[in-house]
């Protein structure tokens, strides 16, 4: 079944998401299917990449089906849930409109995949979804002035893993969610001009291809922050 069954990988046009691919390929022979948005983007950062690629919006009901389209009843034995969108507003200009959009990606979106990939991700199982959090969204950990409303959704992220795994424990899959704490990439340079990440995405993308196709096989239901320092 391993052999056989498909690995997800979505926002993986760049950064951690794109690292990741390359991993669980170079390092671990896994079948991929990568996930993003720019689809001119999606195949320059994985030129020469043996995966399977979709342009989908996976904030999108039409996006979301695509995707399992794609995977056409193959079996998922693990989704990685990294899709996901930077919103920095002054306390006092966040809209509903801004709110809803983020939510919508960074939380909404990884549930109703999930939902819409059941029935293969239980043809895997286990089978494991790896969502893609912040050391923002984390409680007791620093805050940033302009994020409260990427860090709440990182936090409902987190939760979400919480509520998966225990939906899904009797179907066989496994959630749990890693919390980014600061990568070198263009979302980090985008919110901190300037600061210096002590970490790349090859190595973070290295961890999470080892972390998506194993660590399910010990946990479940976690929150596990992934971080050498927040700016």
């Known amino acids: 079944m391993d052999g056989e069954a498909l690995v997800l990988v979505t926002g993986a046009s760049r950064g951690v998401g794109a690292a ?62 990294n899709a996901g969108l930077f919103r920095s507003r002054p306390f006092g200009a966040w809209s509903m409109a801004d709110l809803e959009e983020v939510f919508r990606v960074n939380a909404h979106a990884p549930l109703l995949l999930v939902q819409e990939l059941l029935p293969l991700l239980a043809a895997a199982a286990p ?18 002035p302009g994020l ?9 992220l987190a939760c979400v893993a919480e509520c998966i795994a225990e939906e899904l424990k009797e179907r066989g899959v496994r959630c749990n969610c890693l919390s980014l704490g600061a990568v070198d990439t263009e979302m980090l340079r985008e919110a901190f001009p300037g600061y210096q990440a ?22 479940n239901g976690k ?4 971080a050498l320092s927040t700016p």
Do not use: W
């Not at 990741?20 to 030129?47: C, E, K, N, Y």
């Not at 790349?200 to 946990?219: I, P």
């Not at 929150?223 to 992934?226: S, W, Y």
């Open 20 to 81: 990741t691919v390359q991993a669980l390929v170079h390092a671990h022979g896994a079948r991929v299917i990568a996930i993003a948005r720019d689809g001119d983007r999606l195949a320059s950062s994985l030129a020469g990449i043996a995966c399977e690629r979709v342009v989908a919006d996976v904030g999108t009901a039409e996006g979301r089906a695509l995707v399992a389209q794609a995977v056409a009843g193959r079996p998922v034995r693990a989704l990685v849930n």
């Open 198 to 219: 002590p970490v790349t995405a090859d190595q973070v993308g290295a961890f999470v291809a080892r972390f998506a196709l194993e660590a399910h096989k010990l946990l």
């Open 127 to 144: 089978a494991h979804v790896v969502n893609i959090g912040s050391m923002g969204g984390v409680q007791g950990s620093a805050k940033f």
């Open 148 to 156: 409260v409303g990427y860090s709440a959704s990182k936090a409902a």
């Open 223 to 226: 929150v596990i922050p992934l």
